[in-house]
């Protein structure tokens, strides 16, 4: 700069600018000699060498910092935090965020970023913001270094991922068993969950855990040839705080084998009957019958069948009826069973006896002769049964002839001899009645009264 000053005067001045005025902390001393004086018209111009000093203050500007983040970011995903400074740094500038991150802003520069990583990607329902702000900054040689509290928000979303929900259970079981019913999800369950089973179970599965289970009753055991398949599949699956909870629609399969269970037929009868009279057999298991009718042989060779649902099933027999006395007991028995859908199907085959009583029935015995005899002929007296004899019967005459009908006939002959033949005129009658009768077993025996006649006729003799 040069200084002019004017003829008569002592003093002169000029005006020198200052650097302009910025954000960053450069206050100094500013010191200015003479270098040079010319003019005046002295006779010996000094000048003082002593410099002239100014101090330069600063005037305090801000510097703001600001933080700015991802908007949005899937899970797993990556945060980019942006530190933006008003002016550019002159020194490297470091930012600390909540999240313990740092930034590095570079002198010269007004950004600077830093990649953070999200939650890893799950299964779960977590989506959510994450707020970071800034908790530190310095360096940049700024007068007066501002960071903006306003924090910087960043929304998680969630991508979608599959949980899987399958079902199995016991292979095979017994009828009358068990069956475990297991429910198994490919990742653990964030909350409990609940499976309803078609049959109407119902499984829990615990929050950390993958599987859960229920027992149920197999179909009862009984009596019929019934193994088959038990299915169940998922109805409905909640809880677990999945994003995707995907139930199988395939069934969980149980075969249920039978378990062989004896059912017996067994035959009752009438325990008396008069002779003549109906014996009723009843042929009796015990489980309704399924599938086909039971057919039941007895040994008399009649058959009685048992029809679908029923558990009896009768027969009739006559009992028979004679005239003798005393009858032998009727037995039958079960010889084969046939029919129905039983798992084992026997026959009981103890006989049954049914006492026949008499009912009186009249047997008559009538006596016959010769009807015409010459005197000194033979006179044949004929007994005869309306029935057959059950034992030999003796029958006396009147005449004191004895006559016997043998068991099992009905009739029987003595010969008598008629009156001798003399020399008189005598022709007449012979009459002979029964005077008694026994034997035969019968139940009543009744001989006639009817006298049996014989002519007897002359021989004429001289």
Do not use: C, H, W
């Not at 500013?30 to 000093?53: C, D, M, R």
């Not at 924090?151 to 069956?179: F, K, M, Y």
């Amino acid at each position: 700069s040069t200084i002019t000053i004017g003829a008569g005067q002592t003093t002169g001045t000029v005006n020198v600018p200052t650097a302009a005025n910025d954000v960053y902390n450069n206050g100094s001393t500013v010191s200015t000699t003479i270098t040079g004086a010319t003019g005046g018209n002295f006779e010996n111009l000094v000048p003082n060498p002593t410099p002239a000093v100014t101090t330069i203050t600063d005037s305090v500007d801000n510097t703001g910092l600001s933080l700015t983040a991802t908007g949005s970011v899937v899970e797993g995903g990556q945060i980019t935090y942006t530190a933006t400074l008003t002016n550019p740094a002159q020194t490297p500038v470091t930012v600390t965020l909540s999240n313990g991150s740092t930034i590095t802003i570079d002198a010269g520069q007004t950004t600077g970023t830093v990649n953070v990583p999200t939650a890893a990607n799950d299964v779960y329902n977590n989506g959510s913001t994450v707020s970071t702000t800034i908790t530190g900054a310095t360096g940049g040689n700024f007068e007066n270094l501002v960071p903006n509290p306003t924090p910087a928000v960043t929304t998680i979303t969630d991508s979608v991922d599959n949980t899987g929900l399958t079902l199995s259970a016991t292979g095979t079981v017994a009828e009358g068993g068990s069956i475990v019913y297991t429910a198994t999800l490919t990742n653990p369950a964030g909350t409990p969950v609940t499976v309803t089973l078609s049959n109407g179970s119902v499984i829990t599965i615990d929050a950390g855990n993958t599987t859960g289970t229920v027992t149920v009753p197999a179909p009862a055991d009984d009596v019929y040839k019934d193994a088959g398949k038990v299915e169940a599949t998922i109805a409905t699956a909640t809880g677990g705080n999945f994003e995707n909870l995907v139930p199988s629609t395939t069934p969980a399969v149980t075969e249920v084998t039978d378990t062989v269970d004896t059912s017996t037929v067994k035959l009752t009868a009438d325990t008396s009957v008069a002779e003549g009279g109906t014996v009723t057999y009843t042929a009796t298991v015990g489980a309704p019958v399924t599938g086909s009718p039971v057919v039941v042989t007895l040994a008399n060779g009649q058959s009685i069948t048992i029809a679908v649902g029923q558990t009896t099933g009768t027969v009739t027999a006559a009992a028979p009826n004679d005239a003798l006395a005393g009858n032998a007991p009727l037995t039958n028995s079960i010889t084969n069973v046939t029919g129905g859908n039983y798992e084992d199907l026997v026959a009981d085959k103890t006989p049954v006896s049914t006492t026949v009583t008499d009912v009186a029935d009249t047997t008559n015995l009538s006596l016959s002769a010769t009807g015409s005899v010459a005197e000194g002929g033979q006179i044949t007296y004929t007994a005869t049964l309306t029935n057959a004899a059950g034992s030999p019967v003796t029958v006396t005459l009147s005449n004191g002839a004895v006559i016997t009908i043998e068991a099992g006939k009905t009739s029987g002959t003595v010969t008598v001899p008629a009156p001798a033949d003399d020399v008189y005129i005598d022709a007449g009658k012979v009459e002979a009645t029964i005077a008694t009768a026994t034997g035969g077993n019968f139940e009543n025996l009744v001989p006639s009264t009817v006298p049996a006649v014989t002519e007897i006729t002359d021989t004429v003799d001289t």
